[in-house]
Each structure stands twice: as structure tokens, then as C-alpha cells.
């Protein structure tokens, strides 16, 4: 009978869990982004009415890092989003890190507003506003109020 | 008191203690820390998966993940604590499921449903905190002291 | 009659005319299940709280006893029972149902074994006619007064017990047949030092050593006398720790011989850790069990030592030991019976 509960319970916990791994259905709800879960990426979406190169530079410097695992970065001629993700065992450090990388960005680009990350959740949505920045209708203003909306939950703390 | 009386045991009462300690079967100390180090670490596994799923389906970061975590392992610790599986678990498991905090979820659970039978407020509301309350108590009580070490250390220490 | 320091002789052999026992899941899956009178399949019993189904297997073992020997329930002129819960509600409720005079006792596990000695005295001295005496214990709501809720996942170490759900009762009398009492040894309270409530069996061994040596001793007579001598809780450590205490004692017992209730009563298979205990454990299995065996003639005397540790989840906190008792009777049949 104990068996019996235990049994259940178990597989009740594995269908409950195999249902999160209908990834291509429930997509739709936030995150639209291509070969996203990867964290390779090689830039192929040339944006053509907002120069993204700043954002390609900061995104290649912070790349370069020892300690940076992956970066990715978007700009409109004011503001500038970078975020990347820290190497795992790095993680120690990552205070240190983020404040560091927070001044060599100011240092690099001081005319741009500077929003830095290196939470997860940033990276995956500053990668899908990159997506986003190649589509028709879109322009800076959208991007702005984008980056806008990234930097506050970026700065949410509970 | 108490306890020096116990350290002034007969000599036929320590001899017994001996007698005992050689005959009775020990805990297998060994087989407990594997054990618990693998069902603790399956525990969290299965926190981070969940992790994984709010940040990856609603707008969380990783700072404010924890929250939704924290609940959604309770919850099913209730489940299972509900069902009668948690403590087969713990049988194995000792520690492994005792310090997550579903663990902690299963203590206050468990006295929940334990003293149903006294009614609300006197037997659910008064020994729900039966187990956790020091937890609960201690816990505070120490992020308390460390935080004022903390504070105490920037200030003079410069750290 | 007081032969020797503590032991009591009944002269006049007070019967055994019935008894009954009652048990609920564990129980029935174990290795005696076909001795029991009526088994349950959950431990409500179809009752609110568990303290009430504890209630409710003392007044079925009762009744059936009294129903097995034909005796209606306002010829019983004494009750003498108990069990672990606290002001022993359980036995109270149960003794207020039956109506007859009642003295409750409280030997903790040993409580089965204290009932029937005195039940023998009371009756053996013309006291009383009709005595129903037994003990009861109720897994969950045992675990929920001496240690965690039914549901809480701590650990258990491999020295601890699992509680009998389960009630014993016998019907004594002077007239009629059946397995007669014919001796009984009061126990003393022996406290070796031991304080791991945990640890049960290591903490009692030492005062059912004591109880069977004051037995032997005050009777005159060798173990080998009795066809078994059995324990009530003592489970595979203290069943241990005792044999070996008293072979140090110059006590031959062979091991066969010596039995635990605890042992007897469950499978291999079940999760109890070193054995079973309760106050319903040495009850049910003593009155069961091994009456049963009395009955068709596989065993003609026997010394049923029930142990019991007198603690309570208080004295743990506040640092105190454990002290134990153990009290012995002694039950024969072929003698004058079939």
C-alpha cells in the first residue's frame, strides 16, 4: 500500500515535470528568440535601420573577458544594454566582476547611458530584443522603451 | 545538574554502558552521508529545474526567483508530507530531506495535520511550530547577531 | 501467597477463561495475523482522532473476551488495565463504557504483565470472581505524544521501535477452565544510566535480567522449567544484550527458548527497525499468540516477562535516564485442564 503511494506520487512528479518540456508550444508565452537556449551566438542578425555596432563592440570586449562565458548587447543612440553571463565557477566573484565591468563600459563608452547584467533572465531578453531590432516597424523608440523596461527588472530586488 | 549526575554513574551502571554499546547495532554513518548527499542534491536539482521554469515562462531574474522556488517546494513537500511519502523519503534520506527546505515545510506540515484532531486554533494554530519554531527562533535570531557583526565590522573595520 | 523477596504463588490457580486481541494494519500483515480475534485496515478505526480509535480497540478486545466466555459485561466485577497515553484516557473511556469497578494502572509497556499479576492476586484471594485485565497501545497516537507527528520525516536510528497498534485482554476467574496463572514477580525499577529514548531495548534489558533472576531465585527453579520465557519489548538489541546478561549471570538459557514479543509479531519484511513495543505488544501476542500454542498443547509453561521504560518525552528534555521495570507471570496449561 506504502508502495503503491510512493509509486504514484513518483510518476505524478514526472508527468508534471515532462509537461515543461513542450517547449515549442508554450514559447509563445515570453520568449520568441531562435536556437536561444544556446549560448553560442555569431551575430547573425544584422539589424538595418539602427546601427548596432557600439553594441557589437561592447559585446566583443566583454566577451574577450577570461570570466565572461557569453555577452550580447543592444543600443539606440542614447542608451546601452549589455549583458552576459559569468563562468561558473567565476561566480564567486561576481561583484567584483559586475563592478568591474560596469566601469570599463563607462570608461569605453562614455556618451551612452549604461545598463550592465549578468543575470540570466536579461541575457535571454536583451538577446530576444536583439532579434526583434532586424524586424519591420521597429525603431529606436520601441528599443529605448525596451531597454527601459529590461533596466527595471534588472534593478527588482524581491 | 542533570548532567554531572550522569557523568557520576555507578561503576556497574558504566560497565553496562559498555556491555551495551558493544552490542547494539551502530547507525551506518557511511551509507547515511551518501545517502542524504544524494537525495539533498536530487532535492535541488529539482529546485533549480523549477528555477529554470519561472525565469523561463515569467519575468523573473535570478534575483527575484527565489520566491516563487521557495513556495512551489513547499508546496510539494505538502503534497508529499499529505500523501504519507516524506518520511519514507526521510527514512532514507535522513539529512538529505531534513535541511532543504522542503524539510522545513514537512515539520510544520506535518504537525499541522497531526493536531487537526484538537481543533483549529488550540491544536493546528497553537503546535503548528512545534518543530520549526526553533528554526524559526534561532534562525532570526542569528542573521540578527550576524548582521550586527557585519555592521560592526564595515564601520571600524573597514571591510 | 509471597514466596521468597517478591514473587507471589496463586494457590488456588486463577483461570484464563478467555481472551481477545485486536490489531490494525501492520499487524495484520505481520507473521501472527491469524491469532488475532478482529484486525483493522487503517488506524482511525472510523474515528475522529486516533487517541479515540485507541479507545475504541481496548472496548473490541473487551467485548469479544467477555463475548468468547459467555460472560455478559455486568458479572465483571473489576477492570485492571492501561496504556501509554497520557492519564490513560484511552483505558478510562473504555472502562466507562463496560460500567465495572476500575483500577487503571500505568506500567508502560509492561502494563499487560502488571494487570494480570495483580487480576491473579485479586482473584486467587477471593477479591473478585470475574477480573478483565489487558493493555492497548495505538501506533500514531503513541508517536504523537512520546516523539514527532506520524508524518514527519526524521530519521530513525536502527535501534528504535515501532509501536503496536494493537489490545489484549483476558478474562480471569476463579471458576473455569483454561491456562491457570500459577506465579507472579513484581518488577523493581532498574536504571542502568541509559538515556536514548531511541534505544528502548538497550535500556530495558537490564531490569528483565533482573525480574527473571528474582523469579528463578524466589521459585527455586531453573529456567529449563519453563518451556519459554518470553519478553515483551525488548526487540533484537535488548533481546540480545539480556541473553548475554544472563549467561554472565551463570543463567543457562538456551536461545530458542527465550523469545521477544516484539520479534514474534512482525515479518521480516516490515520496516520496524529492531522490533516491536507498546503496552498492546506483549497483550496481543501473550494473549494471542502464545495462549494459542498453549491451547493445542505446543507449550505447557510459560514465563511471560513484560518491560516497560518509564519515561516520558519531559524527563528526555530535562536530562534524566531511563528507568525500566519488568514484571513476570507465569501461566501453565495440562496441568489440571485438557
Same mark, same amino acid.
Not at chain 1, 73 to 83: C, I, R
Not at chain 1, 92 to 119: A, C, G, T, W
Not at chain 2, 48 to 68: C, H, K, L, R
Not at chain 3, 98 to 104: C, D, E, K, R, S
Given at each position: 500500500?506504502?508502495?503503491?503511494?510512493?509509486?504514484?506520487?513518483?510518476?505524478?512528479?514526472?508527468?508534471?515535470?515532462?509537461?515543461?518540456?513542450?517547449?515549442?508550444?508554450?514559447?509563445?508565452?515570453?520568449?520568441?528568440?531562435?536556437?536561444?537556449?544556446?549560448?553560442?551566438?555569431?551575430?547573425?542578425?544584422?539589424?538595418?535601420?539602427?546601427?548596432?555596432?557600439?553594441?557589437?563592440?561592447?559585446?566583443?570586449?566583454?566577451?574577450?573577458?577570461?570570466?565572461?562565458?557569453?555577452?550580447?548587447?543592444?543600443?539606440?543612440?542614447?542608451?546601452?544594454?549589455?549583458?552576459?553571463?559569468?563562468?561558473?565557477?567565476?561566480?564567486?566573484?561576481?561583484?567584483?566582476?559586475?563592478?568591474?565591468?560596469?566601469?570599463?563600459?563607462?570608461?569605453?563608452?562614455?556618451?551612452?547611458?549604461?545598463?550592465?547584467?549578468?543575470?540570466?533572465?536579461?541575457?535571454?531578453?536583451?538577446?530576444?530584443?536583439?532579434?526583434?531590432?532586424?524586424?519591420?516597424?521597429?525603431?529606436?523608440?520601441?528599443?529605448?522603451?525596451?531597454?527601459?523596461?529590461?533596466?527595471?527588472?534588472?534593478?527588482?530586488?524581491? | 545538574?542533570?548532567?554531572?549526575?550522569?557523568?557520576?554513574?555507578?561503576?556497574?551502571?558504566?560497565?553496562?554502558?559498555?556491555?551495551?554499546?558493544?552490542?547494539?547495532?551502530?547507525?551506518?554513518?557511511?551509507?547515511?552521508?551518501?545517502?542524504?548527499?544524494?537525495?539533498?542534491?536530487?532535492?535541488?536539482?529539482?529546485?533549480?529545474?523549477?528555477?529554470?521554469?519561472?525565469?523561463?515562462?515569467?519575468?523573473?531574474?535570478?534575483?527575484?526567483?527565489?520566491?516563487?522556488?521557495?513556495?512551489?517546494?513547499?508546496?510539494?513537500?505538502?503534497?508529499?508530507?499529505?500523501?504519507?511519502?516524506?518520511?519514507?523519503?526521510?527514512?532514507?534520506?535522513?539529512?538529505?530531506?531534513?535541511?532543504?527546505?522542503?524539510?522545513?515545510?514537512?515539520?510544520?506540515?506535518?504537525?499541522?495535520?497531526?493536531?487537526?484532531?484538537?481543533?483549529?486554533?488550540?491544536?493546528?494554530?497553537?503546535?503548528?511550530?512545534?518543530?520549526?519554531?526553533?528554526?524559526?527562533?534561532?534562525?532570526?535570531?542569528?542573521?540578527?547577531?550576524?548582521?550586527?557583526?557585519?555592521?560592526?565590522?564595515?564601520?571600524?573595520?573597514?571591510? | 501467597?509471597?514466596?521468597?523477596?517478591?514473587?507471589?504463588?496463586?494457590?488456588?490457580?486463577?483461570?484464563?477463561?478467555?481472551?481477545?486481541?485486536?490489531?490494525?494494519?501492520?499487524?495484520?500483515?505481520?507473521?501472527?495475523?491469524?491469532?488475532?480475534?478482529?484486525?483493522?485496515?487503517?488506524?482511525?478505526?472510523?474515528?475522529?482522532?486516533?487517541?479515540?480509535?485507541?479507545?475504541?480497540?481496548?472496548?473490541?478486545?473487551?467485548?469479544?473476551?467477555?463475548?468468547?466466555?459467555?460472560?455478559?459485561?455486568?458479572?465483571?466485577?473489576?477492570?485492571?488495565?492501561?496504556?501509554?497515553?497520557?492519564?490513560?484516557?484511552?483505558?478510562?473511556?473504555?472502562?466507562?463504557?463496560?460500567?465495572?469497578?476500575?483500577?487503571?494502572?500505568?506500567?508502560?509497556?509492561?502494563?499487560?504483565?502488571?494487570?494480570?499479576?495483580?487480576?491473579?492476586?485479586?482473584?486467587?484471594?477471593?477479591?473478585?470472581?470475574?477480573?478483565?485485565?489487558?493493555?492497548?497501545?495505538?501506533?500514531?497516537?503513541?508517536?504523537?505524544?512520546?516523539?514527532?507527528?506520524?508524518?514527519?520525516?526524521?530519521?530513525?536510528?536502527?535501534?528504535?521501535?515501532?509501536?503496536?497498534?494493537? $489490545?489484549?485482554? &483476558? %478474562?480471569? *476467574?476463579?471458576?473455569?477452565?483454561?491456562?491457570?496463572? =500459577?506465579?507472579?514477580? #513484581?518488577?523493581?525499577? !532498574?536504571?542502568?544510566?541509559?538515556?536514548?529514548?531511541?534505544?528502548?531495548?538497550?535500556?530495558?534489558?537490564?531490569?528483565?535480567?533482573?525480574?527473571?533472576?528474582?523469579?528463578?531465585?524466589?521459585?527455586?527453579?531453573?529456567?529449563?522449567?519453563?518451556?519459554?520465557?518470553?519478553?515483551?519489548?525488548?526487540?533484537?538489541?535488548?533481546?540480545?544484550?539480556?541473553?548475554?546478561?544472563?549467561?554472565?549471570?551463570?543463567?543457562?538459557?538456551?536461545?530458542?527458548?527465550?523469545?521477544?514479543?516484539?520479534?514474534?509479531?512482525?515479518?521480516?519484511?516490515?520496516?520496524?527497525?529492531?522490533?516491536?513495543?507498546?503496552?498492546?505488544?506483549?497483550?496481543?501476542?501473550?494473549?494471542?499468540?502464545?495462549?494459542?500454542?498453549?491451547?493445542?498443547?505446543?507449550?505447557?509453561?510459560?514465563?511471560?516477562? $513484560?518491560?516497560? &521504560? %518509564?519515561? *516520558?518525552?519531559?524527563?528526555?528534555?530535562?536530562?534524566? =535516564?531511563?528507568?525500566? #521495570?519488568?514484571?513476570? !507471570?507465569?501461566?501453565?496449561?495440562?496441568?489440571?485442564?485438557?
Amino acid at each position: 500500500m506504502s508502495m503503491r503511494k510512493w509509486l504514484f506520487a513518483t510518476i505524478v512528479i514526472c508527468v508534471w515535470i515532462s509537461g515543461c518540456a513542450k517547449e515549442r508550444e508554450v514559447k509563445q508565452q515570453s520568449l520568441q528568440g531562435s536556437g536561444f537556449m544556446k549560448t553560442n551566438t555569431n551575430g547573425d542578425m544584422q539589424p538595418d535601420h539602427i546601427n548596432q555596432q557600439t553594441a557589437e563592440q561592447a559585446a566583443a570586449r566583454i566577451k574577450a573577458r577570461e570570466d565572461i562565458k557569453d555577452a550580447v548587447a543592444v543600443n539606440t543612440s542614447k542608451k546601452l544594454l549589455v549583458a552576459y553571463q559569468i563562468k561558473h565557477m567565476h561566480r564567486f566573484y561576481r561583484k567584483q566582476i559586475e563592478k568591474e565591468i560596469d566601469r570599463q563600459l563607462m570608461h569605453l563608452f562614455p556618451n551612452y547611458q549604461i545598463v550592465s547584467s549578468s543575470d540570466l533572465k536579461i541575457f535571454w531578453k536583451t538577446k530576444e530584443l536583439r532579434g526583434k531590432i532586424g524586424n519591420k516597424d521597429w525603431n529606436e523608440k520601441k528599443t529605448d522603451q525596451q531597454i527601459e523596461k529590461i533596466r527595471q527588472l534588472s534593478e527588482e530586488r524581491t | 545538574m542533570a548532567n554531572e549526575k550522569r557523568k557520576r554513574l555507578t561503576s556497574t551502571q558504566q560497565e553496562y554502558h559498555l556491555f551495551e554499546k558493544e552490542r547494539e547495532t551502530k547507525r551506518p554513518v557511511a551509507k547515511n552521508c551518501v545517502r542524504a548527499f544524494l537525495v539533498g542534491g536530487l532535492i535541488c536539482a529539482v529546485g533549480q529545474a523549477i528555477s529554470y521554469f519561472y525565469m523561463y515562462f515569467f519575468d523573473f531574474t535570478e534575483q527575484t526567483v527565489g520566491n516563487p522556488t521557495v513556495a512551489t517546494m513547499v508546496f510539494l513537500s505538502m503534497i508529499f508530507t499529505g500523501l504519507g511519502v516524506y518520511d519514507r523519503i526521510a527514512q532514507f534520506a535522513g539529512a538529505g530531506s531534513a535541511v532543504p527546505v522542503t524539510g522545513f515545510g514537512n515539520a510544520v506540515i506535518s504537525a499541522a495535520i497531526e493536531h487537526r484532531t484538537e481543533g483549529f486554533v488550540l491544536g493546528v494554530g497553537a503546535n503548528m511550530f512545534k518543530l520549526a519554531g526553533s528554526v524559526i527562533l534561532f534562525g532570526t535570531f542569528a542573521a540578527f547577531v550576524v548582521a550586527l557583526v557585519k555592521t560592526v565590522a564595515t564601520k571600524w573595520g573597514g571591510l | 501467597m509471597l514466596k521468597g523477596h517478591r514473587t507471589w504463588v496463586f494457590e488456588n490457580k486463577p483461570a484464563i477463561l478467555s481472551t481477545a486481541t485486536v490489531g490494525g494494519p501492520f499487524e495484520a500483515n505481520g507473521r501472527i495475523a491469524d491469532d488475532f480475534d478482529l484486525l483493522h485496515e487503517d488506524l482511525w478505526l472510523g474515528e475522529q482522532s486516533y487517541e479515540k480509535a485507541h479507545k475504541v480497540l481496548l472496548e473490541e478486545a473487551m467485548f469479544k473476551a467477555m463475548e468468547k466466555a459467555g460472560i455478559a459485561k455486568e458479572k465483571v466485577q473489576l477492570i485492571i488495565a492501561g496504556d501509554l497515553i497520557n492519564q490513560m484516557t484511552p483505558t478510562n473511556f473504555a472502562a466507562r463504557t463496560i460500567g465495572a469497578p476500575y483500577l487503571g494502572v500505568f506500567g508502560a509497556c509492561s502494563t499487560s504483565m502488571e494487570g494480570l499479576a495483580l487480576s491473579a492476586f485479586i482473584v486467587n484471594h477471593g477479591g473478585a470472581d470475574y477480573i478483565l485485565t489487558g493493555a492497548a497501545s495505538h501506533n500514531a497516537a503513541v508517536e504523537k505524544q512520546f516523539r514527532y507527528p506520524t508524518e514527519y520525516g526524521g530519521q530513525k536510528p536502527p535501534t528504535a521501535q515501532w509501536t503496536v497498534t494493537g $489490545a489484549g485482554v &483476558a %478474562l480471569i *476467574s476463579t471458576y473455569g477452565d483454561g491456562p491457570r496463572v =500459577t506465579s507472579a514477580t #513484581i518488577g523493581r525499577v !532498574v536504571d542502568m544510566g541509559l538515556s536514548d529514548p531511541f534505544n528502548m531495548g538497550g535500556a530495558m534489558a537490564p531490569a528483565a535480567v533482573d525480574t527473571i533472576e528474582a523469579h528463578l531465585r524466589d521459585m527455586q527453579i531453573d529456567a529449563s522449567y519453563y518451556d519459554l520465557i518470553v519478553t515483551g519489548d525488548l526487540g533484537k538489541i535488548g533481546r540480545e544484550i539480556s541473553l548475554d546478561l544472563l549467561r554472565q549471570h551463570g543463567m543457562n538459557i538456551e536461545e530458542e527458548r527465550y523469545q521477544d514479543c516484539g520479534l514474534i509479531i512482525y515479518r521480516e519484511g516490515q520496516p520496524v527497525l529492531s522490533g516491536a513495543s507498546g503496552a498492546g505488544c506483549s497483550a496481543v501476542v501473550a494473549y494471542g499468540h502464545l495462549l494459542n500454542r498453549m491451547k493445542r498443547g505446543e507449550l505447557k509453561r510459560i514465563l511471560v516477562v $513484560a518491560t516497560g &521504560a %518509564l519515561l *516520558s518525552p519531559l524527563s528526555f528534555q530535562q536530562n534524566e =535516564t531511563i528507568p525500566c #521495570i519488568a514484571h513476570a !507471570v507465569a501461566i501453565e496449561h495440562g496441568g489440571d485442564g485438557p
